[in-house]
């Protein structure tokens, strides 16, 4: 009885596990019969919005093709392949549609807002020997009912496309707020003349002045053949350069230089200036209002460098403005170790060339130290004693960075309140019912400051090293002054990532 129960159960655990099996193959049958029809319908589509560049070419040597990434890089890493979030989040992952064309695809997806741009980036730059001459970009979106609320309101791509005579070419690649979902476009760039290649390109997706959510899926950059083509098979890694080398190029931006004079105090020794901090800055002349109580509580020298744009302006009212921004230096009563440059160029002020200021004051500054802050930066009472009681503490080499915890008003402050003289006094203005300070843009970007730990820096006062690294940190700092230490991208001009950047290139440096 008990062999014949056994065997029973024997045949009904072999009865289960090919019907097992049998499902197990089925669902693979399914899978690949509808993976083939997606596959099929999706080449067909795609053929005809891209053919003159699959002309020759197999469907999966196109896929190997893509000079894209479909990879986002994680915030706390530096890497040269895949997409770049700026403060904006995007998301990204599998999504279906109920669409012939398109039954899953890996997507990127974003919240726009009306009033702000939400953009994600991505790099290419291409090998030299290759002399690329040509693409094709094609991308599918979707997007929740959209509600256009500002003139210029658009999403889709934009790729800067830099060539090897120097010129730069803007592709755009915009979508309709009524188009049908998941709709596929793609269009064309071509060299206009036959010496000329692209160098780079840089993938811009963006939505401006609409509100809703937005998905990208399918996002294809496909070199064009050329000789370089027939020689070889190749795929994206032949062509991507993957470690194009230093930012700096041949563009410089043409400005003209004067130094104001700066009164010597009596009884100042002019060679302590080496072991000093200078405060290094730089403002447009129309905020030199700022500076006297940014600079009220600063006992060092500046290096100030104050901006005039040219453009639309007589000369005659130049030098008007040089003898106003005289007048206003004379009445900070800086210190006799400072320097003041007057930059003026040809731009307009919207195109405030930032980082080629900031350069300026970093060269002309003559100290040990340097302290690297915006113009409406206000450091506390006793600021050089406490960070040289703090060298002689401890043991630093040229390459460490200081970070100065930065605090901003909740409301704008008037002339009676004073700044916080010790960080009791700080912590109290912080902590009180009604908070009159706060983190620095803690609430329009918690990000740029976050790593400070502003939590831990509350209960020690020791100085705490900041081991992990974000590429939306930017915090103000305190560096030896090296010539080693990179200086600012002077691509950069007016607010976004200026400084960003120049954190990022620290960090990399070690």
Request: glycine share 4%; proline share 4%; net charge positive.
């Amino acid at each position: 009885m008990n062999c014949l129960h056994m065997l029973r159960k024997e045949k009904f655990h072999l009865i289960l596990l090919v019907l097992f099996l049998h499902s197990l193959v089925s669902i693979l049958i399914l899978h690949r019969y509808s993976a083939w029809n997606f596959s099929r319908s999706s080449r067909n589509e795609f053929t005809k919005q891209s053919s003159s560049v699959l002309k020759g070419f197999s469907w999966n040597h196109i896929s190997d093709l893509n000079l894209l990434s479909s990879e986002v890089i994680p915030q706390n890493k530096v890497d040269s392949t895949g997409w770049w979030m700026d403060h904006t989040r995007w998301e990204t992952g599998i999504k279906c549609f109920n669409q012939k064309q398109t039954l899953c695809s890996k997507v990127l997806s974003t919240s726009c807002k009306p009033d702000r741009i939400r953009a994600i980036y991505q790099h290419v730059a291409i090998k030299k020997e290759v002399k690329l001459q040509g693409f094709n970009f094609s991308l599918q979106a979707a997007s929740d009912p959209f509600d256009s609320q500002v003139s210029g309101a658009t999403f889709g791509a934009y790729i800067l496309v830099k060539l090897s005579s120097g010129r730069y070419n803007t592709v755009r690649l915009e979508f309709s707020t009524d188009m049908p979902p998941m709709t596929l476009k793609s269009t064309d760039f071509q060299t206009t003349k036959d010496d000329e290649s692209i160098i780079s390109m840089t993938v811009m997706l963006l939505c401006f002045g609409v509100s809703g959510n937005i998905v990208f899926a399918n996002v294809m950059l496909l070199p064009k053949p050329s000789a370089f083509f027939q020689e070889r098979k190749v795929t994206s890694v032949d062509l991507i350069d993957s470690c194009p080398g230093s930012h700096q190029t041949s563009y410089k931006f043409r400005v003209k230089k004067d130094h104001i004079v700066i009164p010597k105090k009596q009884g100042h020794n002019t060679n302590s200036k080496q072991k000093d901090v200078t405060l290094v800055t730089q403002i447009s002349m129309d905020r030199m209002g700022v500076l006297q109580r940014s600079l009220s509580s600063w006992e060092g020298p500046v290096s100030l460098v104050i901006y005039i744009p040219w453009k639309g302006q007589k000369e005659n009212n130049i030098e008007w403005q040089r003898l106003y921004i005289q007048k206003k230096v004379n009445e900070l009563s800086l210190h006799p170790g400072s320097s003041v440059t007057v930059v003026s160029s040809l731009a307009s002020l919207e195109d405030y060339p930032i980082n080629t200021l900031r350069n300026i004051a970093i060269k002309q500054a003559q100290s040990k130290y340097l302290l690297l802050t915006d113009a409406d930066f206000q450091t506390s009472p006793g600021f050089k004693e406490r960070f040289f009681a703090v060298l002689k503490q401890y043991s630093f080499n040229q390459k460490t960075a200081f970070i100065v915890p930065a605090f901003e008003y909740l409301e704008q402050p008037q002339k009676q309140d004073g700044i916080p003289e010790s960080k009791y006094e700080l912590l109290q203005l912080l902590h009180r019912e009604d908070a009159f300070i706060q983190p620095f843009r803690i609430s329009e970007s918690s990000e740029s400051h976050r790593l400070t730990d502003y939590w831990k820096w509350y209960r020690t006062d020791k100085p705490y090293k900041v081991h992990t690294f974000s590429d939306k940190f930017e915090p103000y700092i305190v560096l030896e002054k090296n010539d080693k230490h990179p200086l600012y991208d002077e691509r950069f001009f007016g607010y976004g990532m200026n400084k960003v950047t120049h954190i990022t290139e620290l960090y990399l440096k070690g």
